[in-house]
């Protein structure tokens, strides 16, 4: 049927029918009550990493989401994703988009701590939220608009776009089977994970990424951390230590970000603003949902494959490194105003979320 | 518009539909590959939900995605969302989404178990998947794409969109001590979870939702299940059972639903397309967000205010639940090859990912 023709019959067809009509008319309709005006501007945008190129998971993910925006955008928005080095050294990130030398960035708010010891509470806490509850403190719960308000005397807007769920304890050249164990231990654990060890008596040791496996091998240090078995694994650590522990009491649910420069984010008509909002609300489930994917079957392959000892931490060694994290807590807020607010708004929301878990999600895990 | 009058015009709509489609694709034609080009052709959509109007988290959250869409197209697509029975009748909004009458409706899809058993394995299933983990099925596990598969036999697409978590396993007037104090028990308890309590011993009863309260006050029930602490509150179920039992065994991660007519779908110019698909992953995010933060308030409301005996099933309930909701699956997919091949993809996700959160997400729940 050619077009003149089919055309007029959908019309024929549309008189029988009033929400034929409609919808028809709409297609006409100078509907001038609609939010926004979409104008041709085209914008060419530069997002800045903390990882490496392609990173799995976080830098793919980076990359999905500059597609998404694409096409939600219909080519308006295009944005370039870079690898932490390739346009600015990894954790210069933050100043970069700060500045406005470059519009986005993805990474995790406690690299920051620096700025501003409360950014860390915004990424996780050791003995903290896990990804479903700290999902639910940012977008329900008013954690989002506390981050938003610490970003905000940086210049910086920030979105939660990613968790990697409940990472390993790390990987040992030394049983632990005591808190006392973790005396002498030479280990590569970063932030308040770090500052938890040396109270247990330990060295936290700082490696790049790409230092680590090298320092293990060697020696340098006696254990670390890093992410969970699909990194891990890719890591090799497998190859040169002895044990691997869980849970990750240090990083139960961090949620990485994205961060965006307020002017440049500002300047946005509230389509596009629209659209980046949303498109970090799907990375953020689709990062998490892809972690949780790749764990499990690197996790098996760890165990069956290469035949990993994993192993969990007693209750005592648990009990020992929750009671040096709160520890750890009390002297970063003792010193920080903001750092109290958001951990106060952070703790009250755990309580009763937790109190509402011991007959939803952990009751769960335990009935089945 | 009243009912009738709209289910006669619908029906009439639905033979010019096709006709309506293609001229809108013709009109898209030089829209060829790479992003979409903008257009103004503008959208007016209806949305027809299964739930009350403006029913708290999942009708909100329509209307919230209906806000975003708007926004995100610059006002190019309208969606009127539709409480159950506003426009079609709640149990109704599958059809008239398949026929085209309607383009898009927000359910479950175990609601649609009698047009093909395999679909309520998209929603849940007895000692099934929880949020975190079903969400990690869909988007990176292979369940969308089956999803896809089964819904397109309906003209349907899915995007799962809302998971309320797991939920309460119900409010009891008889104490629930052993398997067998099922035995003659008259609950409110549809799909699944009803046929496991008639292998128990017990009678399911269909209510709607309107009805369930006035039934359980006059003992023409003993038991019912709802959802969690917020909506069973807002029920006020508390003033008339004696029990109030965890955990949801039956629900443990339900996924809601929007499902789209394929035709209207397909029709839509890329950019349109991955902002619905965008704005699904957002609801699906801060749905299951929006029921922590609420379950976790009005549980110790519940408690605190209301003096509500909140109780576990014992190990011995839950293992005689368990028994038979494997023995109705069984047979459930003993008479159907689709549902058979979607419940065996679930199943080997389910062994792996419950491998993994013994290290990760149970552990940390038994660790803290």
């Known amino acids: 049927m050619k077009r003149k023709e089919f055309l007029k019959k959908a019309s024929i067809a549309a008189v029988g029918s009033s929400l034929l009509v409609q919808s ?114 940012m977008y329900c719960g008013g954690g989002l608009e ?6 905000a005397r940086f210049g910086l807007v920030p979105f939660p776009a990613g968790n990697t769920g409940v990472q390993m304890a790390g990987w040992f050249n030394k049983e632990i089977n005591s ?47 890093w992410i969970g078995p699909y990194h891990d694994y890719k890591m090799g650590f497998h190859n040169i230590a002895k044990y691997y522990y869980a849970p990750g009491w240090h990083e139960p649910g961090p949620i990485l970000d994205l961060f965006v420069n307020k002017r440049a984010f500002d300047g946005l008509a509230p389509d596009l603003q629209e659209i980046i909002r949303t498109a970090a609300y799907r990375l953020n489930a689709w990062a998490t949902s892809e972690f949780e994917a790749k764990n499990n079957f690197y996790l098996s392959k760890l165990i069956n494959e290469e035949g990993v000892d994993v192993r969990r931490f007693s209750d005592d060694v648990l009990a020992g490194l929750k009671q040096y994290s709160q520890e750890v807590i009390e002297e970063v807020i003792a010193g920080d105003e903001a750092s109290a607010k958001v951990y106060e708004s952070l703790m009250k929301f755990s309580k009763e979320i937790r109190n509402w878990s011991e007959y939803s999600e952990k009751l769960y895990y335990n009935s089945i």
């Open 179 to 225: 808190i006392d164990d973790f005396k002498g231990l030479k280990m590569r654990i970063p932030g308040l994970g770090g500052k938890v060890l040396k109270k247990a008596g330990g060295t936290a040791v700082l490696s790049a990424g790409s230092e680590i496996y090298t320092n293990l091998e060697r020696g340098v240090i006696d254990a670390t951390e």
């Open 24 to 137: 028809c008319k709409s297609e006409d309709a100078d509907s001038s009550t609609g939010p926004a005006i979409i104008t041709n501007k085209k914008y060419k945008w530069k997002l800045v990493t903390t990882w490496p190129p392609n990173f799995p998971v976080l830098g793919e993910g980076c990359n999905m989401l500059a597609e998404w925006v694409k096409t939600m955008s219909g080519g308006r928005m295009e944005i370039n994703v870079y690898g932490g080095g390739e346009l600015v050294p990894a954790l210069e990130s933050f100043e970069a988009v700060s500045s406005g030398a470059v519009e986005m960035g993805h990474g995790a708010a406690y690299y920051w701590a620096g700025k501003s010891p409360a950014l860390q509470f915004f990424t996780t806490i050791p003995f903290g939220l896990n990804a479903q509850q700290i999902d639910s403190w």
């Open 146 to 151: 506390l981050w938003e308000e610490n970003y």
